[in-house]
């Protein structure tokens, strides 16, 4: 069940057996999500916080004009909301964009488990950190990047994200997100994203097409991206 | 009050008491007038009580930021005024980091404004932040290692180089000063998906409003704003690189700000004149700023 | 490096650039130009209107203007 975790930590550190078992006990059991729906609502109290198993989540923000942005895609292994243990609600929501397993942790384990084994508390801690460096990353993007360069960046960084846990490789990976989900990770529409989309299946980069990203050119998508997957601190050290 | 400070003489010989006491308790005040701000209800724009001559002590700011959340005992914020003791000048434009690096400090700005920003290969910048006045740079350096962004003085200021030993060591030994540090770095996170959002969906007139809200917010917790009035010694340069914009299009909306009643902006002073107004026109929902809200555990 | 200024004057009236930009080159100039006049552009048709009446003016001092640029000239009309 926490494999996923288990591997995005493992990326970064050497987790040790006992720690292993602390986080195995401090989960709830797992819960089937389906897709579309909002799990965590911004501005609601929050006592747990939760991991995703399988599927995808995103975290997302509603306009005032009604528009949406997405701030953030998560994939199996990541906690959607490592940092409501800190903050008491959360400044955004947590929506699943495909069927879901989530599993919750309750914060009084939580804190119980991170008092018990101070370095998971800072390997926690390196997550929410992730997820601001994924955020600026965003934002370089939203504010610097083409439209294709933007697609292209969000194809590689979720690759990278999902080879973590063995769902992606150099040949691609599945992706269940629509074309109108993608338009609100990137400031675009959906209409504008389909026509990115054409031009980078045309060039022989990637196509995407019945919710599989296929990667014809890794090299030649990263390059128009411009993606140095330094900001995703893949390297091993302790920490 | 007085009493305090005297009794700080046998401690800190080199600090300056007396003045700097009654200033670090009007600040607390200011933490606790913003605490009440609901996200429906619009901002003071009388906001500053602390007068701008009073002498400062080193990190009035940061106290004032960390008191607005947590619970901090008197040792708890002289060891924050410790560690911004010797705060070094840097020039205005010098990189204080650059992206990939391995900091062996942690930042923070006791005076004047910083940015993290990073740029592409085409030479366009984005800047990520705007760091104020009791702003952590790259707190999270002590747990991630390099920096992903470069980190750059945007004025002549000053910042604290704070080893990461020693905040290690602050985080270990005071429990509400490591919740109040956890909680300052979420927020910062939380002001990132609000600068997402603006980019990603709002029109520069509504993405230079919200900034300009956001500013003021902030401004106000560490109590800097008079009047609806505060600094803004950034150039239109900064202000285009923090909002996927060219400078002459931020020029242009300022104008268009101002013909509209919503601001005046002058010798680097931004002052709003329209608080309501410019929060209409940006949408502006303060509870990404968690204002008024106290750390837990 | 040369202090340019960037002044526009387009559907919102004329604005004045205060501050400048440090450029190495004219030939650098005129990029900053079109890009600002492409975002210009791009941010109001996103709001329904396209006006191509504007112009920037680019000065590296007090007399005439190095480049003017029209909007029109920034884009490539299909």
């Known amino acids: 069940m926490i494999d996923h975790f288990l591997a995005k930590l493992r990326v970064r550190d050497e987790i040790s057996p006992e720690e292993e078992e602390a986080i195995r006990g401090m989960l709830d059991p797992p819960v089937e999500i389906p897709a579309d729906k909002t799990i965590i609502p911004a501005g609601v109290e929050l006592n747990v916080s939760t991991l995703l198993l399988d599927g995808l989540l995103c975290r997302y923000k509603d306009l005032r004009d009604g528009s949406r942005q997405i701030s953030e895609l998560h994939v199996p292994g990541d906690f959607a909301d490592l940092h409501s243990f800190t903050l008491k609600y959360l400044d955004h929501s947590v929506m699943a964009l495909t069927k879901c397993r989530i599993a919750t942790v309750r914060h009084d384990r939580l804190k119980a488990v991170i008092e018990a084994h101070p370095h998971l508390g800072r390997m926690f801690w390196f997550m929410t950190n992730l997820d601001a460096a994924i955020h600026r990353e965003w934002v370089l993007s939203l504010g610097r990047r083409s439209a294709i360069s933007r697609v292209a960046h969000l194809f590689c960084e979720t690759r990278v994200r999902l080879e973590i846990s063995g769902l992606a490789d150099r040949r691609g990976y599945e992706f269940g997100i629509t074309q109108a989900d993608l338009a609100e990770c990137l400031g675009l529409t959906p209409v504008h994203v389909n026509r990115v989309l054409k031009e980078l299946r045309e060039d022989g980069l990637v196509a995407f097409r019945g919710g599989r990203v296929h990667i014809h050119d890794l090299a030649g998508l990263e390059r128009i991206a411009e993606f140095y997957p330094a900001y995703l601190y893949l390297d091993k050290r302790p920490r | 009050m007085l009493k305090e400070a005297d009794e700080k003489i046998g401690t800190q010989p080199n600090r300056s008491i007396g003045v700097g006491e009654l200033w670090a308790g009007g600040l607390r005040k200011v933490g606790l007038a913003t605490q009440h701000l609901q996200s429906d209800q619009h901002l003071p724009s009388d906001g500053c009580q602390a007068p701008r001559s009073l002498a400062p002590r080193p990190c009035n700011r940061l106290v004032a930021r960390l008191e607005a959340v947590g619970n901090l005992s008197r040792d708890d914020r002289e060891a924050i005024h410790a560690i911004c003791r010797d705060a070094q000048a840097v020039p205005v434009h010098r990189s204080i980091i650059r992206a990939g690096e391995k900091p062996e400090h942690v930042h923070i700005v006791v005076e004047g404004w910083t940015a993290r920003a990073e740029t592409l290969a085409d030479g366009t910048r984005q800047i990520s932040a705007f760091l104020i006045p009791g702003d952590f740079c790259n707190l999270h350096a002590a747990i991630l290692g390099e920096v992903d962004h470069d980190l750059i003085a945007l004025t002549d200021a000053k910042v604290a180089f704070v080893p990461h030993e020693v905040m290690d060591d602050l985080a270990r030994e005071r429990p509400a000063l490591r919740d109040a540090l956890r909680w300052v770095n979420s927020v910062d996170e939380a002001v990132l998906r609000a600068w997402l959002s603006s980019i990603g969906r709002r029109d520069a007139y509504g993405r230079i409003a919200h900034l300009f809200c956001e500013l003021h917010a902030r401004m106000t917790l560490i109590g800097l704003v008079e009047h609806g009035c505060f600094d803004l010694p950034i150039t239109q340069e900064m202000l285009a690189d923090a909002q996927g914009l060219t400078p002459v299009h931020v020029n242009r909306t300022l104008q268009a700000l101002r013909g509209d009643g919503l601001i005046e902006l002058a010798e680097r002073r931004l002052t709003i004149l329209d608080m309501v107004g410019l929060q209409n026109a940006a949408g502006f929902d303060p509870t990404y700023l968690y204002l008024g809200m106290r750390a837990r555990r | ?78």
Do not use: C, S, W
Request: charge should be negative; avoid cysteine.
């Open chain 3, 1 to 78: 490096m040369t202090l340019y200024r960037f002044n526009l004057y387009n559907g919102i009236g004329f604005v004045a650039d205060e501050e400048g930009r440090e450029l190495p080159d004219v030939a650098a100039a005129r990029d900053e130009a079109l890009k600002a006049v492409r975002g210009i552009i791009a941010d109001e048709v996103l709001q329904g209107r396209l006006d191509l009446n504007g112009r920037i003016e680019v000065m590296d001092g007090e007399g005439p203007p190095v480049i003017t640029l029209a909007f029109a000239e920034a884009v490539e009309i299909a």
